[in-house]
């Protein structure tokens, strides 16, 4: 079983920044595709920003040019630097994981944190 552990969450201004971190309980060359989810208060679950093994990424609309996401094997850890975040980026930030091979094949998923972000 893959764990994953979310960080980085708060509260912050309109037009401020802040960076997610999601820290994998194995080795991160395992996992083939990560991302980020949101999801606000009775809206859908909604995607934020991917990156492959590889290191592709790829953005949701809402948040092309302002959200960078990376990843760390090293550290076995992915990143969402988030800047000039909005009042409407307010939302529960999930990361996830996909592994397609044995022994940890699964989607897997963090336990969320919220960020706020007040006008």
């Known amino acids: 079983q893959v764990q994953l552990v979310e960080s980085g969450g708060g509260l912050v201004q309109a037009g401020g920044s802040l960076r997610l971190s999601c820290t994998a309980s194995?080795?991160?060359?395992?996992?083939?595709?990560m991302a980020w989810y949101r999801q606000a208060p009775g809206k859908q679950r909604e995607l934020v920003a991917s990156?492959?093994?590889?290191?592709?990424?790829n953005y949701g609309d809402s948040v092309k040019g302002r959200f960078t996401m990376s990843r760390d094997n090293a550290e076995n850890t992915m990143y969402l630097q988030m800047n000039s975040l909005k009042p409407e980026d307010t939302a529960v930030y999930y990361c996830?994981?996909?592994?397609?091979?044995?022994?940890?094949?699964?989607?897997?998923w963090g336990q969320g944190t919220q960020v706020t972000v007040s006008s």
């Open positions: 194995v080795n991160s060359q395992h996992i083939n595709y």
């Open positions: 996830n994981a996909r592994i397609y091979l044995s022994p940890y094949a699964g989607t897997y």
């Open positions: 990156i492959t093994y590889g290191d592709i990424t």
